[in-house]
């Protein structure tokens, strides 16, 4: 939808002209409804220090506290417990908008206090980092929790990203690389694609491992059998992607979790939605099934980009 007005004016940030200062030629996003709306007694935090919390820092709590929940666990019983929190999200701008500088405003805006929140909140006593690898945030938050799980650094871990927009700063300086879609969509894989749309979104994961999850009489929802990540080293450019690092990554993940890449019928795909980085995802996946055997059936793409927007930090999870 059009930018909604409660989050900045689209009068003063908008203008068709990509070349035109301070503005973004793109005016549509993908919105978290009610995203302001936090009960902060529930949490133990009184009305002003919730006002001064960055939405991200909010949002993120009641969905750990989601999670855990929909595992059917009591929260609360965790206290004490070696559970991790790798938490995703980048800067929402939300400290542009607050006049009030304090204690409050000061963990209210920190990155790092996002993941603490649920930790504090729960004393849980695992690990707790916030990250930030831009667009692959909240799967390198989750690929972090996995590997700590297996290293036996935790017992359990909570793991996901979030992205509130609440400044024009990301439409605005995406504007000026041409990243953005003009027409307010994400034509993802279609020769129609000219850029993505913003969005916003929240989603975590409670993770064990398995043996402890059956143990303990957890709702297990899905498992994860093969995880890795890599960097793209030098393109020609800093932010483009490389076909060939996530061919070796892809394979790297399928041998090593004994996994056949003819046995696979969707790849969930980032999908940007850009003529640069659609055309090289697909290079990269064409690379990753070389050898995989006879196959008469095609591998579906998907991307969930093209239905909500690119969520940033919030994307992978």
Request: aromatic share 6%.
């Amino acid at each position: 939808q059009e930018v909604p007005e409660q989050r900045w004016d689209l009068k003063q940030f908008y203008h068709p002209d990509p070349m035109h200062p301070g503005t973004s030629y793109c005016k549509w996003m993908g919105v978290i409804e009610d995203a302001d709306c936090f009960d902060p007694g529930f949490f133990n935090i009184t009305p002003l220090e919730a006002e001064l919390m960055d939405p991200q820092q909010r949002l993120f709590l009641q969905h750990a506290w989601h999670a855990i929940e929909d595992s059917g666990q009591d929260p609360f019983a965790l206290a004490g417990e070696c559970c991790a929190v790798y938490a995703a999200a980048g800067d929402s701008g939300y400290a542009h908008r607050i006049s009030e500088h304090n204690a409050y405003s000061l963990s209210g805006s920190s990155g790092s206090i996002l993941a603490a929140r649920i930790a504090y909140l729960l004393d849980l006593r695992g690990p707790s980092l916030s990250i930030d690898t831009a667009c692959s945030s909240s799967l390198v938050a989750i690929i972090t929790a996995c590997d700590s799980l297996l290293a036996g650094n935790c017992d359990m871990a909570l793991a996901g990203g979030v992205s509130v927009l609440a400044s024009p700063d990301m439409h605005v300086d995406t504007s000026k690389v041409s990243m953005l879609s003009r027409d307010g969509r994400c034509f993802t894989f279609d020769q129609r694609a000219n850029g993505f749309v913003p969005g916003e979104g929240i989603g975590g994961v409670y993770l064990k491992r398995l043996s402890d999850a059956h143990r303990d009489g957890d709702q297990v929802r899905a498992g994860s059998r093969g995880w890795c990540t890599n960097q793209d080293g030098r393109t020609n450019g800093i932010t483009a992607p490389n076909p060939q690092a996530q061919t070796d990554l892809l394979q790297g993940v399928y041998a090593r979790a004994g996994i056949a890449a003819e046995s696979i019928d969707l790849i969930e795909c980032h999908g940007t939605a850009t003529p640069l980085g659609d055309p090289i995802e697909v290079e990269g996946l064409t690379g990753a099934f070389d050898g995989a055997g006879d196959r008469t059936e095609p591998v579906a793409l998907g991307s969930v980009k093209s239905n909500v927007g690119h969520l940033l930090a919030a994307a992978g999870v």
